[in-house]
């Protein structure tokens, strides 16, 4: 079965720091792409990073970008969001998704990419 397990969220002060996680289970991580996306109450769902299979392409947004670092560790399946900076804008469920079963090297154009399986989501709140 399938499984993303987003972790980390919690709240945090304007200008503080948070750490994602996203840990993967039942399908050859180092394959398929990992991506990022966020909701915020009333508002769409944002793809705000992703990082490629075997590449390692990044992609960010630009309301993140200079903020965020994606990384991954293939040994561990899990993907990282490591978020500093923060600021309330930042407020959202956050989620991680992947690209399995299409072995998409490179999805540094997340929104051509399919992402069919997403982890259960994450609350970041930043507050003033």
Known sequence: EVQLQASGGGLVQAGGSLRLSCAASGFIFD????GW???????????????????????????????????RDNARNTVYLQMNSLQPEDTAVYYCATTFPYPVTSCTAV??????????????????
């Not at 394959?31 to 990992?34: F, K, S, V």
């Not at 929104?111 to 507050?127: L, N």
């Open 31 to 34: 394959d398929y792409c990992i």
């Open 37 to 71: 996306f966020r909701q915020a109450p009333g508002k769409e769902r944002e793809a705000i990073s992703s990082i490629g299979s075997r590449d390692g392409s990044t992609f960010y947004a630009n309301s993140v970008k200079g903020r965020f670092t994606v990384s």
């Open 111 to 128: 929104t051509r990419v399919t992402w069919d399986y997403w982890g259960q989501g994450t609350q970041v709140t930043v507050s003033n």
